[in-house]
């Protein structure tokens, strides 16, 4: 798959995702090397309601990828719905580098929405206790982040530590059955994947 760029809107990200690729990688597509460089940080609404701010940096990840490469842009969907948006997203950043494989893929409704899709597999780690009812919907609460701490000894979340520790230890098969929009990542990951073999065998 040679490299994977990442634009991401936050700190967590930037040091979880990586983590979550690789490990999505050793899971999916265990044959394929892949270089998951260090994302880009943006600011969400800048990057998509700036136009120069969009078009800076994906030519900045098309840069870093190389003409093989792939960027793959992770947003929160926050209150959007990811399968209105995302399209809406992809078009734009098409537009921009026609001459790059991109993917678009926003997590609902936050990043850690993720971890609520697998929480039996993080109950006692770093002090979070899990419980749900059968119905539960992991994508449903609308502030991820605030139920993490709720159910944390301390009663706080800390992006920048609890989203790396929780990226390397979660369980992906739970996530993926769960979590559309975690889906929807695994599915990218193998489309790319399946063309950077084929590339490769040109």
Request: hydrophobic share 40%; aromatic share 8%.
């Amino acid at each position: 798959m040679t490299t994977v760029v990442s634009i991401v809107e936050g700190d967590g990200e930037v040091a979880a995702l990586p983590i979550l690729l690789r490990r999505i990688c050793a899971w999916l597509t265990p044959d394929v090397h892949a270089a998951v460089s260090q994302p880009i940080r943006v600011r969400r609404d800048r990057f998509l309601n700036r136009d120069d701010e969009f078009r800076r940096h994906l030519l900045l990840a098309a840069a870093k990828s190389g003409e093989k490469g792939w960027i793959l842009v992770l947003l929160d969907a926050d209150d959007d719905c990811p399968a209105q948006l995302a399209p809406q997203v992809l078009e734009r950043a098409r537009a921009v580098v026609p001459h790059r494989a991109v993917s678009v893929v926003l997590a609902n409704r936050e990043y850690e929405a993720w971890f609520l899709a697998a929480g039996a597999s993080l109950h006692g780690q770093r002090g979070f206790a899990y419980a749900h009812s059968p119905s539960f919907d992991p994508e449903r609460p609308r502030d991820a982040k605030g139920w993490l701490g709720e159910r944390m000894a301390g009663g706080k979340y800390r992006e920048t530590t609890d989203q790396p520790a929780f990226s390397a230890v979660m369980d992906l098969g739970q996530a993926f059955d769960l979590s559309r929009s975690f889906r929807k990542l695994c599915s990218e990951w193998s489309k790319q994947a399946a063309r950077a073999g084929g590339q490769s065998e040109q």
